[in-house]
């Protein structure tokens, strides 16, 4: 597909993977933070155990990392890969007029870790949609918060790569901006589940996905729809 302007929302690992993975599809990529200077002073893993992210932009000198209005100001495409207990704080910090007209990847799932672990909102509403109300003239496309991040670019990793990364969203364009950057990642079998309502069952799916992943020892796996 064309050459983008892509805003990559978030220096966890899943934004570090979709942000080199973008770069080495031709898309020019910057990366956005809440405080670029604190996010470089960090010396020590997150809570997740990911390496300082200065560490890794050591490796990737051509990803700039700006604050996240300044990332999202003249993109093509925002990609949300910020947690979801905080994705709508981050995309008001880029800014609705950053956001008015462009299409607006969102990978987060609504994960709620106060009492254990917890999807919020469920069933009658999603993470994808409460975006698409805080930001009405963004052009929300939910995908890829199906699986690890480390499928997320590279579906050749799993077997021969046939298996399943759905889209839902209200736009169509927007779905095929979005399903063309999934060509880019090399994924063959693209689910458009329609209207951006279908969110709700994608983000409840990580409850399934999490139990898969303890019960076989590993995140490396997905799902393919056989039809």
């Known amino acids: 597909m064309r050459q983008m302007k892509v805003a990559v929302l978030g220096t966890g690992i899943v934004g570090r993977t979709l942000a080199a993975g973008c770069a080495a599809a031709g898309h020019t990529v910057t990366i956005g933070t809440r ?56 995309l008001e910090l880029t800014g609705a007029a950053n956001l008015a007209g462009r299409v607006l990847l969102d990978v987060a799932n609504p994960l709620d870790f106060t009492d254990g672990l917890r999807i919020d909102p469920v069933e009658t509403d999603s993470l994808a949609e409460r975006i698409q109300r805080a930001f009405p003239e963004a052009r929300v496309v939910k995908s890829l918060n199906t699986m690890n991040a480390a499928v997320m670019t590279a579906p050749s990793r799993l077997g021969d790569g046939d298996h399943t990364v759905f889209v839902a969203g209200d736009d169509a364009d927007a779905k095929a901006t979005v399903s063309g950057l999934l060509r880019d990642f090399g994924w063959r079998d693209i689910s458009d589940l329609g209207e951006l309502a279908a969110a709700r069952g994608t983000e409840m799916y990580f409850r399934l996905w999490f139990t898969l992943m303890r019960r076989m020892g590993t995140p490396l796996f997905n799902i393919k729809v056989v039809r």
């Open 35 to 90: 405080d670029p200077g604190a996010t470089l002073a960090r010396t020590t893993p997150d809570a997740m155990g990911t390496p300082p992210f200065a560490e890794w932009q050591a490796g990737h000198a051509d990803l700039p990392l700006v604050a996240f209005s300044a990332a999202a100001a003249d993109a093509d495409l925002v990609v949300n890969a910020t947690q979801g207990a905080v994705s709508l704080n981050a």
